[in-house]
C-alpha cells in the first residue's frame, strides 16, 4: 500500500511540473509594423523561441504606420516603429521605447560613380533642384529618386534629417525597403534609401560629408542620417505574460550583441 501510494504521490509531482512547464511556456507573442526592423526583430524571435520552447513569436512587416495602427486597435501585442511617435499618437495612450538605433543608407546603382554627397546635396537632389547627375559629380543622366510610401518610418525619418518633408519629388514610392533596394539595383540613374541593416551588394551605399554609415558613425553620431527602432506599446494596458517577457529580453543589455549582429546599434 505504501508502495502504491508513493508511486502515487510521484505521478502527481510529474504532472505538475509538466503542468508548470507548459503554463511557462506557452503562448504567443505578436508583432507588427517596419520593414526596415526586419533582420533585428527576426533575431531576436528567433533567440527568444529558443530560449522559450513553446512560445510562438510572429513579425507582421506592414510599415511603421500601419503597425502602430494595429497597437492601437489591439490587433497586436508590440508595435514596431522605425521613428519616435508623433504627439498625437501619444496622446492616444501609446508608449514607444527606444530598442536601438539604425542608419539610413543612402544608396546607388553599384555603376553609378558618385560615392559622397553632403546633406544639402542630397536635399536637393530629392527635392529636384539637382536633376541631372552631372551637377553632382556623375554622368550626364537624369537622376531617378526611388522612396518610400507615405507612413514610412524611413520616409519620415530621411525626410526630417534632410528637410525634405513633403517636398521629395519622387518617380516611385514603394512599400518596403526591400522593394526599394530592388528598384535602385535595377536602375544605374536611380538614387533611394533604405536601413543600414538591410542594404545589400546589389546597391551601394554612399558616404555622407565624408562619413560611411556603419554601426561605430551610427553610434558616435557622426553618421548624421540616422533614426530609432521604436517598440510602440498601449500605455496603460500591461502586456501579455510572454509578450512582456519578449520586451524585458529585448531591451536588456543581453540583446545588445543580437541587435548590432542584425546592423543596429543596441539603445542599451
Known amino acids: 500500500m505504501k508502495k502504491f501510494a508513493s508511486l502515487m504521490l510521484v505521478a502527481v509531482l510529474a504532472l505538475s511540473v509538466m503542468a508548470g512547464c507548459s503554463q511557462k511556456t506557452s503562448g504567443t507573442v505578436t508583432t507588427d509594423g517596419s520593414t526596415s526592423m526586419e533582420k533585428v526583430i527576426g533575431a531576436l524571435g528567433e533567440a527568444f523561441m529558443e530560449q522559450n520552447g513553446g512560445v510562438t513569436f510572429t513579425y507582421n512587416p506592414t510599415g511603421s504606420g500601419s503597425g502602430i495602427q494595429a497597437v492601437l486597435e489591439g490587433r497586436c501585442d508590440i508595435g514596431l516603429s522605425s521613428r519616435n511617435l508623433k504627439e498625437e ?26 560615392s ?42 530621411f525626410e526630417s534629417i534632410t528637410g525634405t518633408a513633403d517636398n521629395c519629388q519622387y518617380r516611385q514610392e514603394l512599400t518596403s525597403t526591400g522593394d526599394v ?72 543589455p543581453d540583446a545588445a550583441e543580437l541587435i548590432s549582429g542584425a546592423g543596429a546599434v543596441a539603445a542599451n
Request: hydrophobic letters at 40%; charged letters at 20%; aromatic letters at 6%.
Open 89 to 114: 499618437e501619444s496622446a492616444q495612450g501609446l508608449t514607444g521605447t527606444v530598442l536601438a538605433y539604425d542608419g539610413i543608407a543612402v544608396i546607388v546603382n553599384p555603376d553609378n560613380p558618385v
Open 181 to 252: 533596394i530592388t528598384a535602385v539595383s535595377q536602375n544605374p540613374d536611380a538614387i533611394g534609401y533604405a536601413s543600414l541593416a538591410s542594404v545589400k551588394d546589389t546597391v551601394r551605399a554612399v558616404t555622407v560629408g565624408g562619413v560611411a554609415p556603419t554601426e561605430d558613425a551610427v553610434k558616435d553620431g557622426s553618421y548624421v542620417i540616422q533614426r530609432p527602432f521604436v517598440l510602440v506599446t498601449k500605455t496603460d494596458t500591461p502586456l501579455s505574460e510572454q509578450a512582456q517577457k519578449f520586451f524585458d529580453f529585448a531591451t536588456s
Open 116 to 157: 559622397d554627397l553632403d546633406v544639402d546635396t542630397i536635399a536637393k537632389i530629392f527635392t529636384g533642384e539637382i536633376t541631372n547627375w552631372k551637377d553632382a559629380g556623375g554622368h550626364d543622366a537624369e537622376i531617378v529618386l526611388i522612396g518610400r510610401e507615405a507612413g514610412s518610418g524611413t520616409r519620415d525619418g
